[in-house]
């Protein structure tokens, strides 16, 4: 075992694997009729704090059950540390999960709880009471080892099934919506301890989540999920700058996404294109033809900016604001183009002597044309 704490530590814990903890290479998993994961290629670093993100039955959970042995592939190959395990039972791989419904022993103590994996593999009781003692320590639960878990709060139950999955010095650790049943406070809190854990101790985290802020608080990367497939996978601010698909686009933060219809591809990789009547925007379009019928874009809200006048603004186009929602922080606007499209906007309420809009107010908006970003229609 390498790292002083005793725990694997992900970083120098390559073994001929190219820098990957784990690999999914083609691999289809089928129920019935229904196609779960669909022909997935993925590639989890070594160390790193990896997010699934996708709506309700989006195939995240297979996903985690085809990496931890629960379920076995139908296609393609699962991998750990460059070995093909596709057939390799769970208790065989060195691979821990962490499961929704915390799944603990109610008639165990905490300590019994944590325990119960290492006496499962015949680990000396000395050595265990030092295991189970760090790995409650680690999680904040010293002193409650004596415990029933059916005197623990929902918060502390998690901690348990944590300290249990992570006192078996797992490579690879995979949690499947830990969070969901803790209310947003305490969700909050264990969001950030979660990652502190996984920086210290340098193990591989795969976490499953539906809630894109979430996503966004805990990954080093996040792969958007999406009907099987991963769309995307980056780094969470590439994944909002740079959507690759509608679908990442509007499920990673918000998104206007309009038709443009492409009137000019420059020289210089610029495109030209008209989004409503009166509305021309230019945008970076690399990889566009020039007989390009027409593209999706996907403009942020905040990335709109909004002025009395067109002065001085290269491709402004005209608006009126039907409505205005006061969020606090910030307003969202809903503006209506000529010609019957509507684009969402929001504006930071940063200075008492900003103008403020008003439902009815003409408007100028402009887009830098880094900000329109050119999306696959998925
Ligand atoms: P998620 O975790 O993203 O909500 P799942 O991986 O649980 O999604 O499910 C993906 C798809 O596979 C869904 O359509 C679901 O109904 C189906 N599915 C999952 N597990 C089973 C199973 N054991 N038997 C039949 N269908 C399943
Ligand atoms: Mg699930």
């Known amino acids: 075992m390498s790292g002083s704490n005793g725990y694997s530590n992900g970083s120098n814990g390559s073994h001929g694997s190219n820098g990957f903890a784990m ?24 160390g790193e704090f990896l997010t699934l993100l996708g709506p309700s039955g ?12 629960f379920e076995v592939p139908d296609e393609g190959q699962v991998v750990l540390a460059g070995g093909d395990v596709s057939h390799v039972p769970p208790h065989k791989r060195d691979v821990n999960q962490v499961f929704q419904s915390y799944a603990l022993f109610p008639h165990l103590t905490v300590e019994g709880n944590v325990a119960f994996g290492l006496r499962m593999r015949g ?33 502390q ?13 797992p490579k690879v650790l995979l949690l499947d919506e830990p969070l969901s049943a803790l209310d947003a406070k305490l969700r909050e809190m264990m969001q950030i301890e979660l990652k502190r854990i996984q920086q210290r101790l340098g193990i591989t985290f795969v976490f499953v989540t539906h809630d894109q802020e979430e996503a966004l608080t805990m990954s080093d990367r996040i792969a958007v999920v999406n009907k099987g497939r991963i769309e995307q996978i980056d780094a969470a601010d590439e994944i909002y700058e740079h959507p690759a698909t ?9 998104a206007n996404l309009v038709r443009g219809e492409v009137l000019a591809v420059r020289n210089n990789g610029q495109c030209e294109a008209r989004i409503g009547e009166g509305a021309v925007v230019l945008f970076r379009g690399e990889g566009i033809a020039a007989d390009c019928a027409d593209v999706l874009l996907s403009i942020r809200p905040e990335k709109i900016h909004l ?11 005209p608006g009126a604001i039907e409505d205005v929602i006061f969020r606090g922080a ?15 906007a929001s504006v930071a309420n940063a200075s008492a002597h900003k103008r403020s ?18 999306v696959d229609r998925h």
């Open 58 to 69: 989006c195939g995240k959970t297979t996903i985690l059950r085809l990496l931890s042995g």
């Open 357 to 374: 809009w008003r439902k009815g107010d003409r408007v100028w908006c402009s887009v830098h044309h880094d900000d329109i970003v050119v």
């Open 246 to 254: 509608a679908f990442a686009a509007d499920f990673v933060g918000a």
């Open 23 to 46: 690999e999914l290479r083609s691999v289809t998993k089928r129920y019935g009729s229904v196609t779960a994961v669909n022909a997935v290629d993925l590639q989890i670093r070594d």
């Open 307 to 317: 002025s009395d006048s067109s002065e001085g603004l290269m491709g402004a186009f």
């Open 330 to 344: 910030f307003a969202e606007l809903r503006i209506l183009l000529e010609g019957g499209s509507a684009l969402r």
């Open 123 to 155: 680990v000396d009781s000395s050595e265990i009471k030092t295991r189970v003692k760090d790995a409650l320590d680690l999680v904040a639960l010293d002193g409650l080892g004596s415990r029933r878990t059916s005197e623990l709060s929902g918060g």
């Open 157 to 169: 139950r998690q901690r348990v099934a944590l300290a249990r999955a992570l006192v078996c010095r």
